[in-house]
């Protein structure tokens, strides 16, 4: 009888062991896609589009962007002083030093029109972002 009850015992450590292996084979794959699931997601291409700032003005002024999607602008100075891009109603702002190139990723924005201007020459450069 006791023979019988080590042969239990063996058969349901073995059913643990599998059970414990499975169980960490799940959370190692649950967790491989958390990691790569934003990841996919980012790799999605944003729209892109590039403002250049050059001799106290923005090119172009206007630009149309989609409605409810995220976004990059590329920002160029091309001028010989540097520059601050500037965004209040986007709440974004970033400043160049002359010949550099950064860029800014917008989140969605709700159809409407946003400012923007160069505040360094801001009697000048300003501009605006169409959201249609």
């Not at 058969?11 to 790569?36: E, G, N, P, Q």
């Amino acid at each position: 009888m006791r023979d019988l009850f080590e042969v239990r015992r063996d058969h349901d450590a073995s059913a643990l062991t599998r059970c414990l292996r499975s169980l960490w084979l799940a959370v190692a794959l649950a967790m491989i896609a958390i990691i790569i699931a934003p990841q996919a997601a980012r790799a999605e291409e944003l729209p892109t589009f590039t403002i250049v700032m050059k001799q106290g003005r923005l090119h172009p002024d206007t630009l149309e962007v989609p409605a409810n999607k995220r976004f990059k602008l590329i920002l160029r100075n091309e001028g010989v002083s540097p520059v601050e891009f500037e965004s209040r109603s986007l709440r974004k702002e970033k400043v160049l030093a002359p010949g550099a190139t950064s860029f800014l990723v917008i989140a969605p924005q709700k159809p409407g029109e946003y400012d923007m201007f160069d505040e360094f020459h801001e009697d000048t450069a300003k501009g605006r972002i169409i959201v249609k």
